[in-house]
């Protein structure tokens, strides 16, 4: 069974803090990505890397920032929490040569 | 938390009934497409695929329809469960290597 973790699945931050949420993936996928999901506007694409230290902006970067160092591991940073940014946030993994996007269960972030 | 399937439209079915879930795309040159599933507070999972060189495919108890002329895409569910109870939403592979995914459908199934 394909394998993707979120660290947190509920996660409540200040704003203003610095706010990490960590994805791994087990199946060796060179592709990996950040969607945040919000009612009524379906899953928005953050960031995407499709190799180890490379990343590339997704439709909505603004206020994000990702690091992607091991190949089974892709952080999503926010530098500094705003209250627009409480969402659902979902870490994806597809391989190269593939199409589908395997997800994780997701991180559902509240900022006060 | 709130629930991702606030805002969206909704299909009621009565367990047993199929249900049928719609999806209009946006790209005519897409040729991948895929539905997913997302039950309360977890992350949306594979159900079923198509390329764009077939107009159906079937798997267990789901069946995906294509029709390209009309930038169309079905799901049906035979014999729905009250497990189908859950947000489903296609998504579309276009030249990018991208995957853009539609805002979704309710299913909600009466006992």
């Known amino acids: 069974d394909v394998k993707v973790t979120q660290s947190s699945r509920y996660l409540v931050k200040r704003t203003g803090e610095k706010v990490f949420l960590e994805c791994v993936q087990d199946?060796?996928?060179?592709?990996m990505f950040w969607y945040r999901q919000d009612p009524g506007l379906g899953l928005r694409l953050i960031y995407f890397?499709?190799?180890?230290?490379?990343?590339e902006k997704g439709d909505i970067p603004e206020g994000y920032s990702v690091s992607r160092e091991k190949k089974e591991r892709f952080s999503l940073i926010l530098e500094s929490a705003s209250t627009n940014q409480t969402s659902m946030y979902l870490c994806?993994?597809?391989?190269?040569?593939?199409?589908?996007?395997?997800f994780g269960p997701g991180t559902r972030l509240t900022v006060t | 938390g709130e629930s991702v399937g606030l805002h969206l439209p909704t299909l009621s079915v009565q367990e047993g009934d199929n249900s049928i879930i719609n999806c209009a795309y946006s790209?005519?040159?897409?040729?991948?497409f895929i539905w997913y599933k997302q039950e309360s507070g977890k992350g949306p999972q594979f159900i079923i695929d198509?390329?764009?060189?077939?107009d159906k495919r079937q798997g267990q108890r789901v069946t995906v329809l294509l029709n390209k002329t009309v930038k169309h895409l079905s799901l049906q569910i035979a014999a729905t469960q009250p497990g189908d109870s859950a947000v489903y939403f296609c998504?579309?592979?276009?030249?990018?290597?991208?995957?853009?995914f539609g805002k979704g459908n309710q299913v909600v199934v009466i006992p």
């Open positions: 998504a579309e592979k276009s030249g990018n290597n991208r995957l853009a």
């Open positions: 994806a993994g597809r391989s190269r040569g593939g199409a589908e996007q395997y």
């Open positions: 790209n005519s040159a897409s040729d991948y």
């Open positions: 198509i390329r764009s060189n077939m």
């Open positions: 199946m060796d996928h060179e592709n």
């Open positions: 890397s499709y190799d180890v230290k490379m990343k």
